[in-house]
């Protein structure tokens, strides 16, 4: 996280600048999604650091919960 943190953060500040950069200006629209995955990811990251946690304290319903509702979320996204 501490290695992850500054570099998602640097992505999101930077995030048109690098896509109109790295894929060139018919990709201009990926930039605010860009931008919105980056804020994103740190969440992500740090779920993933905590489930192993939460499964060696004899809770792993926490997990099962959190997938379940990730599924649900993505599920209605992909849909809209």
Do not use: S
């Not at 995030?15 to 999604?33: C, D, F, N, S």
């Not at 994103?40 to 379940?68: E, H, K, S, Y």
């Amino acid at each position: 996280m501490l290695a992850a943190l500054p570099f998602y953060f640097g992505l999101a500040a930077t995030a048109e600048p690098l896509v109109l950069t790295v894929l060139g200006e018919k990709w201009r629209e990926a930039a605010p999604i860009v931008h919105l995955l980056a804020l994103a990811m740190p969440f992500m990251t740090l779920q993933v650091l905590l489930q192993p946690a939460c499964d060696a304290c004899g809770r792993p319903g926490i997990g099962v919960r959190n997938g379940a509702v990730g599924a649900l979320v993505l599920t209605i996204a992909f849909l809209i």
